[in-house]
C-alpha cells in the first residue's frame, strides 16, 4: 500500500516503513548483488597486503581501524547529514564527502559507487530519483526519501561497507570462507556503535584517523601489479 506524501517542494517521501519492511530494503541495497560495483575496490587494502604491511594475523585490526577511525566513521556521519539535508545543504555534504577522499582512487570508488546506487535506486522508484551523490550520501538521501531510519540506514550501511572488505581480504590474503564469517560477525558488532558515535557527532565531530589506510590507497595508483581499483 503506498503510505506516501508530497512534501511542500514537491519532492516524493514515504512515512516509515514498518520494521521488516525497512530491513528488506536496506538488505537489498547492500547487498552484493545490488549493482554498484563495491567488489572491484579494496580500499587500499590490496596495497598493504602486496607491501607486506598487513598479512593474515593483522588483516581484522586493519579493517577494524578502517571501520572505527577512517572511512567506515566518516561515511556514517556524511550518511546522517545527507539524510537530513536538501537542496544546497545536501550539495554542501556531497561536496565535503568528495573533499574527504584522501586519493584519485578513493574519490572514484565513493563516486562511481554513489552514481551507480543512484542510478538504480531512481529505476526502481522513479518516484523517488536520487540525483548521483558521493555513496554516503547517495545513501542517506535515499533512505530520506524512502522514510528509512536513520540509524539503522547507517548500521546497515557499515555491515555492507565492511563485508565487502572482508570479501576482498577472502580473495587476497586469502581467507578461508569460515574464517572470513567468523570476522565479519566480530567486525559486524561494532557498527553499531560506529553508527551512533558518528550520528552523534555529526558533520561537526567529522574526523578520521586511519593514516595508514589512507596512505595504502594513494600508493594503490602506483602498485605495479593490481586485482582491485583502489
Known sequence: ???????????????????????????????PGFPVGAFAWSHGLETALAEGRVDRGGVEAWLEGVLEDGAGRAD??????????EGAALAGVDALARALAPSAERLAETVEQGTAFARTVSALWPDRAVEALAYPVA????????????????????????????AVATRAVPL??????AMLA?????????????????????????????????????????????
Open 1 to 31: 500500500m503506498d503510505t506516501g506524501m508530497t512534501t511542500g517542494m514537491g519532492i516524493r517521501m514515504s512515512t516509515e516503513p514498518a520494521g521488516t519492511e525497512a530491513v528488506l530494503r536496506l538488505a537489498q541495497w547492500f547487498s
Open 76 to 85: 556514517a556521519a556524511l550518511l546522517a547529514a545527507a539524510h537530513g539535508a
Open 139 to 166: 545513501v542517506g538521501r535515499a533512505a530520506a526519501l524512502h522514510g528509512l531510519a536513520l540509524e539503522l540506514t547507517a548500521v546497515m550501511y557499515l555491515q555492507g561497507f565492511i563485508g565487502n572488505l572482508v
Open 176 to 181: 578461508g570462507q569460515t574464517e572470513a564469517q
Open 186 to 230: 566480530r567486525l559486524t558488532a561494532r557498527c553499531e556503535g560506529v553508527a551512533r558515535q558518528a550520528i552523534a557527532g555529526g558533520i561537526e565531530g567529522l574526523g578520521t584517523a586511519s593514516f595508514a589506510a589512507d596512505v595504502a590507497a594513494m600508493r594503490h595508483e602506483t602498485l605495479y601489479s593490481r586485482v582491485f581499483r583502489s
